[in-house]
């Protein structure tokens, strides 16, 4: 029987990348977003390459939805026990123009979110003494012009991150965090409509400052996640892996 994991936001972007990864690692894989139908794409992607998966609608920031969803998922493909909670949203803004809705929608999501999930989940990693969360960060957690919102967020789950480790390593969880840097996806392309920026400029532009010269790609998110929930990383817990073409980018 193979081991089920629960990749949040996974309609489309990072998300979905990381469900296709797991699913090809041997996980069954539930997929959860807004709605059931927004999830139903990266289910039947999975499928048609041979993999398990269940596609699950929920607001992470909703405690019974929540739990809903996490014993739905146990009942109908077995006990989770790898976890990542990717979800997010961006209301971006400066300090002074940030209404109190862009504030609570993205700590709503972002770290409610990720505390309502994982807390749900870690009752099936202890009962089965072996688990796996990893928590999507970004370097916008280091600071970003127009995102103190979102960068208090992800800074929050790196807090998050390290107690859960602490809390949970004597069970057999691990528990990191993965912070991306620019990476091509619908939220970065919003980002750039946001600023007044074309596109393709702007992607060149941003490469164009990372060490590795090119930008990143959801898949290489992916990658990261696979290592990180494998057998090999039982012995890496509580950090944060900066996955930027570079130092911080």
Same mark, same amino acid.
């Given at each position: 029987m193979s081991r089920v994991a629960i990749v949040t936001g996974a309609a489309r972007g990072i998300g979905a990348a990381t469900a296709l990864r797991l699913a090809a690692d041997g996980f069954a894989v539930a997929v959860i977003d807004l709605t059931e139908d927004d999830?139903?794409? %990266?289910?039947?992607?999975?499928?048609?390459?041979?993999?398990?998966? *269940?596609?699950?609608?929920?607001?992470?920031?909703?405690?019974?939805?929540?739990?809903?969803?996490?014993?739905?998922?146990? %009942?109908?493909?077995?006990?989770?026990?790898? *976890?990542?909670?990717?979800?997010?949203? %961006?209301?971006?803004?400066? *300090?002074?123009?940030?209404?109190?809705?862009?504030?609570?929608?993205?700590?709503?999501?972002h770290l409610r979110g990720s505390f309502l999930m994982t807390r749900a989940v870690q009752k099936h990693m202890t009962e089965a003494t072996w688990g796996r969360i990893v928590n999507l960060s970004s370097t916008s957690a280091l600071g970003n012009r127009g995102q103190a919102n979102y960068a208090t967020a992800k800074a929050g789950l790196q807090g998050f991150t390290k107690t859960l480790a602490i809390e949970l390593g004597k069970f057999g969880v691990t528990a990191n965090a993965i912070a991306p840097g620019f990476i091509v996806t619908d939220m970065t392309k919003a980002t750039a409509e946001r600023i007044g920026q074309e596109w393709e400029p702007y992607v060149a532009a941003r490469a164009a400052a990372i060490p590795v010269a090119r930008a990143g790609q959801p898949e290489d998110i992916a990658h990261t996640v696979s290592f990180l929930v494998s057998e090999g990383a039982g012995f890496v817990s509580g950090q944060v892996i900066y996955v930027a073409g570079g130092p911080r980018n």
């Open positions: 999830a139903r794409g %990266t289910v039947e992607s999975i499928e048609a390459a041979g993999g398990r998966a *269940l596609a699950v609608g929920a607001d992470v920031g909703d405690a019974e939805q929540v739990q809903a969803a996490v014993d739905r998922i146990a %009942t109908e493909l077995g006990p989770p026990v790898v *976890l990542v909670n990717n979800a997010g949203v %961006t209301r971006d803004n400066m *300090l002074f123009k940030m209404s109190d809705a862009d504030w609570d929608v993205v700590m709503h999501v």
